[in-house]
């Protein structure tokens, strides 16, 4: 059985080094959540993706897909998408795993902050990449420093047998 942690409950496991958030201040630490803060690290779809013919997802893989670009502030077009990572780095141990979650006053506002990748991997050690679009039917701006998501955690009765550190494909080296 999982349990979802608490407040109490993720300071405690911090404590004993079963959840590391880097950096962290203490006002970031809600009820049963920790709210993550956006980069200055955008990725958005190459030029030559934009507009065109369908592409083959079994052979082109998001990294040839996109080209990361540095900024204080970026707009997002009604419907557009981009890639954007978390100031912070999180690392779990084997028998904790988190789940993504966007944050209401900007779901609110049209803005969805992960499409489906929300699952924090027991055993990871990495900043979180959120896939961000705006479906609302005006341009909005979003900045590095916003508190823009947050991440839950959940003990698992048992370590898992394949830590993402270790295991895992693409986010290890984020």
Known sequence: MTMILSDQDMRE????????IEPLEDDQIGGASVDLTLSD????????YLGKKAV????????????MKKAKTIELMPQQMCLAKTVEKITL??????KLEGRSRFARMGLIIHI???????????HQVLEIVNLAPFPIKIHSGMRISQVLFEQLKTNT??????FGQIARKQ
């Open 116 to 126: 489906t990748s929300a699952l924090v991997q027991p055993g990871s050690s990495n």
């Open 161 to 166: 047998k394949k830590p993402y550190a270790k």
């Open 56 to 67: 083959d997802l079994s052979k082109v893989p998001f990294q040839e897909a996109f080209e």
């Open 13 to 20: 496991m911090m404590k004993k080094g079963k959840i590391k």
């Open 93 to 98: 141990a084997g028998d904790i795993m988190g």
């Open 41 to 48: 690290q955008w990725y958005f779809f190459k030029n030559k």
